[in-house]
């Protein structure tokens, strides 16, 4: 309703505030005035009911588990089966790519996909037990060495030109990150095969032996990266639009949202889970303890891999990665893999008790993406760089929202509860 308002009472005055309706009924209750106008805050420590912008790119019903990208159930991302970067694409501009336009971009993407050569020679020199999120982060916001010219983005060709850089760059890059970490020859990427072939083919191959990617495992990698590809407001996504609100760059942006994400509450869940799998699997805990720390609340342990902030259902990512997780260890004859009986064993024990059921905690989309990459021959400490090489389209969307916005930086408040007024004490006399 165009004119409804929403009314606080405190301290002897009704303040009235506009009410914003979304497209499909959200309902906000627009505060922006009440401290420039009466110095009054509202307290919301983790922005769980607040609304940090107006968006388009992605739509969630946490209570009936929906997801949509631009107005699509991912649902049919899986029966129609696109390409990532046709959803990238879909992300980026708000339409699906024709035809010409779908292969225009897929080859801005593999016109970009070598690395500048100092930054190849840069992997020479790290660490080969330096965490992968660090490297990614850093390689990230490194292109904008070399990318001066998008420091400043005013129109859409440069833009989508930048998008597929990154989106290009990044595949490369994570690749690298992996040949380095296991000490293995980088190899240059291959034009001639798409976006997930060309970054196995990266992943596996050998200078005397070409890895020959199977399709159902292209499939899946394709499906892995479109469901990560977006999940508006979350951590990193808001990360990259409270750095974005200050004017800055597209690469260090996404850079930023690459640390958000690494934390084991965000992406970095997916390790999580796969370390709790191995644990129980090598005798060390079993599903039942499993359960029981999660429980225990003098215990900072999570069954990781479980719980959103927004869905109270089952996440319909973890949906699609379960089954897809079934079809791939069949294909592989591998239906009693260890740690696929684990995860349906803890499933089934979290399912069934009040704990998880009361508080609607169900498996979310790292539970199972952990698995389908292992069974990819990938291993556990790239799984949350794979999650940032699908988000990142999804980020770079939400920058150009924020960007496009012309908005005011993203600059919230706080109740202080330190010292009143005090003296400083010289230090003869301290
Ligand atoms: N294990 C045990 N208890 C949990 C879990 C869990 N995985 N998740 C939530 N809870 C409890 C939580 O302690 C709280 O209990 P109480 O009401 O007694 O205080 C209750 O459930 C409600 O939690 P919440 O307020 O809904 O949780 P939140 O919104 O603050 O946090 C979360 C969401 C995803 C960080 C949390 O569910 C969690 O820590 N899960 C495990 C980590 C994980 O899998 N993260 C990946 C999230 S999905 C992909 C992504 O966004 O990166």
Redesign the pocket.
Known sequence: MADEKAVLSIRGKNIEFPVHEGTEGDVAIDISKLYPDHRLMTFDP?L?STAICKSTVTYIDGEKGILRYRGIPIEQFVTDKPSFIEVAYLLLTGALPTLDEREYFRRQLTENELLPEPMRLYFNNVPTTAPPMALLSAAVNNLACFHPEFLELDNDDDFMEISARLISKIRTIAAYIYRRTHCLPFMYPNPNLRYAANFLHMMFSLPYSHYEVAPEIEDALNLVLILHAD?EQ??SAATVRVVASSRANLFASCAAGICA?WG????G?NV??MRMLAQIHEGGLSPEECIRM??D?TNPF????????IYKNY?PRAKILHAACERVFAILKNQNDPLLNIARKLEELALSDS??VE?K?YP????YSGLLLRAMGIPTNMFTVM?AMGRLPGWIAQWKEQHDSGGRIIRPRQVYEGNTLSDYVPMGQR
Do not use: I, M, P, T
């Open positions: 983790s769980a999940h979350n951590c994400l084991s509450l965000h992406g869940a999580e889970v999660a429980k609340k999570r069954l990781y891999g479980f719980g959103h902030r996440d704990y998880f508080r905690l979310n989309v790292d539970f999650f």
